[in-house]
Nanobody, 121 residues
Framework: QVQLVESGGGLVQAGGSLRLSCAASGRTVSSNAMAWFRQPPGKEREFVAASGLNTFYSSSVKGRFTISRDNAKNTLYLQMNSLKPDDTAVYYC?????????????????WGPGTQVTVSS
């Protein structure tokens, strides 16, 4: 069993930056794909970025967000730069069932409770 806890969310002005962290416990996740999803207010949850054999980003965040992981700390990160009001959402980290990344929620077995990111204009 894997437990995931996100941190680092908050309120930031447009153009600012935040770094989200996701600490995993229970067992190592170094062999699992890891990803970030987000759920904007009133919308469905959507894929943001993933790390597996390589990394992949949604078109809406590519060039602004960077996903990384520290396997020694069993921790996943999301560096978010040039934030926009449209980035406002609850951000979730997820650990995958497989080694390679996927944009499909069903390929992720473990989820954190989420952290709120609010970007003001």
């Amino acid at each position: 069993q894997v437990q995931l806890v996100e941190s680092g969310g908050g309120l930031v002005q447009a153009g600012g930056s935040l770094r989200l962290s996701c600490a995993a416990s229970g067992r190592t996740v170094s062999s699992n794909a890891m990803a970030w999803f987000r759920q904007p207010p009133g919308k469905e949850r959507e894929f943001v970025a993933a790390s597996g054999l390589n990394t992949f980003y949604s078109s809406s965040v590519k060039g602004r967000f960077t996903i990384s992981r520290d396997n020694a700390k069993n921790t996943l990160y999301l560096q978010m730069n040039s934030l926009k009001p449209d980035d406002t959402a609850v951000y979730y980290c997820a650990a995958g069932r497989y080694r390679d990344w996927s944009t499909n929620e069903n390929d992720y077995a473990y989820w954190g409770p989420g952290t709120q990111v609010t970007v003001s204009s």
